[in-house]
Each structure stands twice: as structure tokens, then as C-alpha cells.
């Protein structure tokens, strides 16, 4: 059973003061850069691949996007995803789960079936929510660790090869930390990332 570190006085569990606004700005940030850059991309660099061995594009856009419904809903709410409602049926793709383990082929199957526009709708369907929640979550909470292996996260296979051996190092850290990481730096890495391919594609 996982335990609060803090309780043990490990500092690094301590939930930095002050630290709830910034991860607000930041987490706002993720959800508007993603549909910024979605928005600017064409249909044809969205099914594009930059370069031998690299994701198509929109493909990685959706993983971001699906990152953060993991991150917020199935992780840390502890709640259906959003894209597990009916109206996001043809964004799910549960083959390729939130984007981590996915084969090439699911990958590739994804950014050919899931146009920008339904990523943008996606994004701003779950951007009000996912923020109204961390405004109204008390600053303890995000103290605790982050549990990986809930029943949740187990009847999706998010517990389990291939997704595990890619997030497994995330188990168990505060939940304020997992928000900043995978809803947040990681999606920042992506972002640079995809910016730079779509300028590689102009050039």
C-alpha cells in the first residue's frame, strides 16, 4: 500500500507553497498550445511523417491530448477518461491506449482517423473541467502519492505491458509532481518537439 512520504518527513513529497496558481498557468498552457498547434497544422502535415523513424504528427498531438485525460480523469480524479464517453468514440482508439506502448501501426492507424478538428473539440471539452477541478481540490491533497495501479487504471491495460515499463518510474510520486510531469513538462517536450517537424515540413 502506497504511503504519504511527507508523513515520514521526506521533503520531497512536501507540496511546495505557492505552487498551485503556477501548475494552474502551466496546465491552462498545455491545453492551449496543443489546440494552437493543431489549429495551424494542415491535414496534410497532420498524417505527415517529419522523418524516417518519427511519429506522424497528428499522432503525437493526440497523445498529448490523451495524456492529459489520463493525468487528470483516470489518474488523478480517479474517473472515466473523457474519451470514454460515447461522443468521443472516434477519438478513443483504445489499441493505441493513452499513446504510451503504442505499436507504429496504431500509431500511424490514429493521426489517418482522428482529424485536428476532433482533437481541438476534444481539448476544449476537457480543458473547463480538468481546471475547475484543480482550482477546487484542497493543496493537502496533492501531497499524496500517485497510485498507477488502481482497479481503474488495471481494467485498461494502463497497468500492464506495454504501457507499464513506460510510466512505471512515475508510481508512487506525489501527485502534484505527476501533474507537473507527465500533464505538463512532458507535453512541453512534445510541443517543442512537433514544432520543430512542422517547420522541418515547411522548410
Not at 498507477?148 to 506525489?174: F, M, T
Amino acid at each position: 500500500m502506497l504511503q504519504p512520504l511527507s508523513v515520514a518527513g521526506d521533503s520531497r513529497f512536501a507540496y511546495p507553497p505557492g505552487i498551485k496558481p503556477l501548475l494552474r498557468f502551466q496546465l491552462n498552457g498545455s491545453f492551449n498550445g496543443l489546440k494552437g498547434f493543431a489549429s495551424q497544422a494542415t491535414d496534410d502535415e497532420w498524417t505527415a511523417r517529419p522523418f524516417d523513424g518519427a511519429n506522424l504528427i497528428g499522432f503525437t498531438v493526440w497523445h498529448a491530448a490523451r495524456s492529459l485525460d489520463w493525468v487528470v480523469n483516470c489518474v488523478l480524479r480517479d474517473l472515466p477518461e473523457l474519451v470514454e464517453g460515447a461522443e468521443w468514440k472516434d477519438v478513443r482508439h483504445p489499441e493505441a491506449f493513452f499513446g504510451a506502448g503504442a505499436t507504429r501501426e496504431a500509431a500511424d492507424n490514429v493521426a489517418r482517423t482522428v482529424p485536428r478538428q476532433r482533437v481541438i473539440e476534444y481539448l476544449s471539452a476537457m480543458g473547463p473541467d480538468a481546471l475547475a477541478w484543480l482550482d477546487s481540490t484542497p493543496q493537502e491533497w496533492f501531497d499524496q502519492p500517485v497510485d498507477l495501479k488502481s482497479a481503474r487504471a488495471r481494467e485498461r491495460g494502463y497497468a500492464d505491458d506495454p504501457v507499464w515499463p513506460e510510466i512505471e518510474d512515475l508510481h508512487g510520486i506525489p501527485r502534484w509532481q505527476f501533474l507537473a510531469r507527465p500533464g505538463i513538462s512532458h507535453l512541453r517536450v512534445h510541443y517543442g518537439e512537433m514544432t520543430s517537424q512542422l517547420e522541418s515540413l515547411r522548410a
